[in-house]
């Protein structure tokens, strides 16, 4: 395994000779917001890196496949939790066995990406923070605002230093501030930020009841704190507790891949879950390899502006 200066913590390593072949960037780039994420980098030697707040306090973990063997390394009192957690972070408890494509598109999309795994990561409101960001806006925008939020009341993650990212800069690592953290971020500093009032009620409410999401992220749940719907509910559930099924109705573009893919033509909403139906248990899978499949509906029209908050 490399070597790292062990700052920040004594470096725990540990290795995993998963059963199937692993794409680790397939699966942990779910987790990515934006190629600026302070909670996540790619270093120059291929390791993927991932600061978080475990049960057990601030952790950071760098994956990285050597052969068939994942080589898993990680710092910080939340080490031992992180290195347990790296074969469903990595999709150990996802079961593809009953999907059975129907589409061309779907069985030459799996074939190429036989390593995709729908993963968990037990960390729910890690997921739904950035979800609730992201609802109703441009990925630009939520990525910016996840950006200085996290380098503004976040932690420097514990990491080792002298290491550089895949763009040749020091790794700046990130740990997300904790729910009771997050509930006492001034108003002036959401909006500085980006987030208009209705996104930071949303996660301010969410902290309240963060002990219990974590215990139980059921769908109904999630989706009786005020802010949270459907959408943002998908989208915690596919990355917390690896929700195979979980389908983000309400994605301003995902319908129309879905259709576009499946029978040539755009749908809506609707449309969508009626050609899913038949994929239900894996119908998130099924979004997931349609996006991999590089089939597009054209573009049609300019592209929506980037808003930004902090003037008004």
């Known amino acids: 395994?490399?070597?790292?200066p062990e700052?920040?913590?004594?470096?725990?390593?540990?290795?995993?000779?998963?059963?199937?072949d692993v794409d680790l960037g397939l699966v942990l780039r779910t987790h990515r917001r934006g190629t600026g994420d302070p909670a996540f980098a790619?270093?120059?030697?291929?390791?993927?890196?991932?600061?978080?707040?475990?049960?057990?306090?601030?952790?950071?973990?760098?994956?990285?496949?050597?052969?068939?063997?994942?080589?898993?390394?990680?710092?910080?009192p939340g080490a031992g939790w992180l290195l347990d957690a790296v074969p469903e972070m990595l999709g150990a408890a996802d079961d593809p066995s009953g999907f059975e494509p129907r589409h061309d598109?779907?069985?030459?999309?799996?074939?190429?990406?036989?390593?995709?795994?729908?993963?968990r990561t037990n960390r729910v409101f890690e997921a739904l923070v950035p979800a609730v960001l992201e609802q109703k806006v441009l990925s630009t925008e939520a990525w910016r605002a996840w950006r200085y939020l996290l380098r503004r009341?976040?932690?420097p993650a514990p990491a080792p230093s002298g290491v550089l990212t895949d763009?040749?800069?020091?790794?700046?690592?990130?740990?997300?501030?904790?729910?009771?953290?997050?509930?006492?971020?001034?108003?002036?500093?959401?909006?500085?930020?980006?987030?208009e009032a209705v996104r930071a009620r949303t996660i301010i409410g969410a902290c309240r009841v963060a002990s219990r999401l974590e215990r139980d992220a059921a769908e109904s749940r999630?989706?009786?704190?005020?802010?949270?719907?459907v959408w943002t509910a998908a989208e915690t559930r596919q990355r917390a507790v690896g929700d195979a099924?979980?389908?983000?109705?309400?994605?301003?573009?995902?319908?129309?891949?879905?259709g576009w893919a499946l029978t040539g033509s755009k749908t809506d909403d609707a449309g969508m879950l009626e050609l899913l139906e038949p994929y239900r248990g894996h119908r998130h899978r099924v979004t997931r390899l349609l996006e991999l499949s590089g089939e597009r509906p054209p573009r049609r029209g300019p592209r929506l502006p980037v808003r930004d908050y902090r003037s008004f």
């Open 7 to 20: 700052r920040g913590g004594v470096i725990q390593e540990r290795e995993w000779r998963p059963p199937w």
């Open 42 to 76: 790619i270093d120059a030697g291929g390791g993927f890196w991932r600061a978080v707040r475990t049960p057990d306090g601030p952790g950071t973990v760098r994956l990285r496949r050597c052969s068939d063997v994942i080589q898993a390394s990680a710092w910080g």
């Open 105 to 119: 598109v779907l069985r030459e999309t799996a074939r190429r990406h036989p390593g995709l795994r729908i993963a």
């Open 153 to 155: 009341f976040g932690a």
């Open 245 to 258: 099924d979980a389908v983000s109705v309400g994605d301003y573009h995902l319908s129309g891949v879905v």
């Open 167 to 195: 763009r040749r800069r020091p790794l700046d690592l990130w740990v997300p501030p904790a729910p009771e953290e997050w509930a006492l971020i001034p108003s002036w500093e959401w909006h500085r930020s980006g987030i």
């Open 1 to 4: 395994m490399d070597a790292f």
């Open 222 to 229: 999630l989706r009786s704190l005020p802010g949270i719907g």
